[in-house]
C-alpha cells in the first residue's frame, strides 16, 4: 500500500486552509484541515491499490493496475480531480469534481488527456493542458455554475 503513494498529486486551497491528496496508482482521496496544524478530514477509498511489486514497492507490471487520480486543482469549497478508473494509462479524461469531505457532487468526461490542471475562479473554468493526437494544447472547460 505505501508502495501506492509513490505517484500522488495534491492541491492546497486558495485560502490556504485546506488540502487534498489524491494517488494514481488506485484511487483515494485524502482531505485535511490546515489553517492553524494539519489535522485529517476525510479519507475516501474508490480503487483500492493493487499492483505486482518488487522488494522495496516498486511496480513491477502496470498490466492490471488500475489507474485513478491525476492532477488537483481547487476552489475553497471544490477539489476538481483529473481521474481515469481504467487500466489505460492514457486515459486521463474525466474530471471528478468534490467537496472538502471528499464527496463527489459532479462527474464530467472529456474528449481529452489531461496532463495538468488550474481552477480560475473569475471565469469559473478549469485550463487544462492537453496531449490529443500526440500533440499538447492549452483547453478551458467552463463549468455550468458556481453552485454545482
Known sequence: MKSAYRQHYETVSPDGTKMAFGIYFG???ETFDVKDSIRLRNISYFIEPDFPH???GNPTSYDDMT???GPLCSSDEYIYAAYNGTKDYQKMHHIAV???DGRLQKFYRTAFHLIRTAYDP?????????KDQGEYRLVRFDLPDTSI
Open 67 to 69: 489507474f485513478g487520480f
Open 98 to 100: 468534490f467537496d472538502w
Open 27 to 29: 484511487a483515494i482521496l
Open 54 to 56: 518488487d522488494a522495496v
Open 122 to 130: 473569475e471565469a469559473n473554468a478549469i485550463f487544462a493542458l492537453v
